[in-house]
T-cell receptor
């Protein structure tokens, strides 16, 4: 079974530029999550999708971050404009169901450096 | 909000020894906990979980203990191997959302 795919793996941009990350979840997984992991910390949930609908985006900084999952499969996370404090690893995870009791499978992440 | 945290940021053990990684949580209403392993350059990987109606759960070489009285969670790894070297996170269910702790880096010496 193929795992969660993410691209790019690494990205370096200057502050105020924009960037987009892509995630392809495990086939058949209805729920998709985006997490932000700052160096030395645990992942923090940004947004959760159930199919193509948003379940929770309470911790997404909506003035600069946006995410979509138009067809209920792939997802993109965008930052515009980026700030220095956005430097982090952005992890995508998927699970078969929306409950937290379903195991979440994580991708390798995209490491973003904002200079 | 309330948070999950770890007592020790780093732990170094000899190969073959047992490892114990600790986690403190502050939300007494939390009903579900997960331990994750994260290797360098990879995403977190599920190790073992436990619900609040249990105080112990065992997997292959791993055991999770839950002490609700003092709000403490631990992960025990038996016969630690070099492949166990990673950062370990505990995560807590808060309102249907996983809240991760800071993480403990486990280093296994050959």
């Amino acid at each position: 079974e193929a795992g969660v795919a993410q691209s790019p793996r690494y990205k370096i941009i200057e502050k105020r530029q924009s960037v987009a990350f892509w995630c392809n979840p495990i086939s058949g997984h209805a729920t998709l999550y985006w997490y932000q992991q700052i160096l030395g910390q645990g992942p923090k949930l940004l947004i959760q999708f159930q199919n193509n609908g948003v379940v929770d985006d309470s911790q997404l900084p909506k003035d600069r971050f946006s995410a979509e999952r138009l067809k209920g499969v792939d997802s993109t996370l965008k930052i515009q404009p980026a700030k220095l404090e956005d430097s982090a690893v952005y992890l995508c995870a998927s699970s078969p169901g929306h409950s937290v009791f379903y195991e979440q499978y994580f991708g390798p992440g995209t490491r973003l450096t904002v200079t | 909000g309330e948070s999950v945290g770890l007592h020790l940021p780093t732990l170094s053990v000899q190969e073959g020894d047992n490892s114990i990684i600790n986690c403190a949580y502050s939300n007494s209403a939390s009903d579900y906990f997960i331990w994750y392993k994260q290797e360098s350059g990879k995403g977190p990987q599920f190790i073992i979980d436990i619900r609040s109606n249990m105080d112990k759960r065992q997997g292959q070489r791993v055991t999770v203990l839950l002490n609700k009285t003092v709000k403490h969670l631990s992960l025990q790894i038996a016969a630690t191997q070099p492949g166990d070297s990673a950062v370990y996170f505990c995560a807590e269910n808060q309102g249907g959302k996983l809240i991760f702790g800071q993480g403990t880096e486990l280093s296994v010496k050959p």
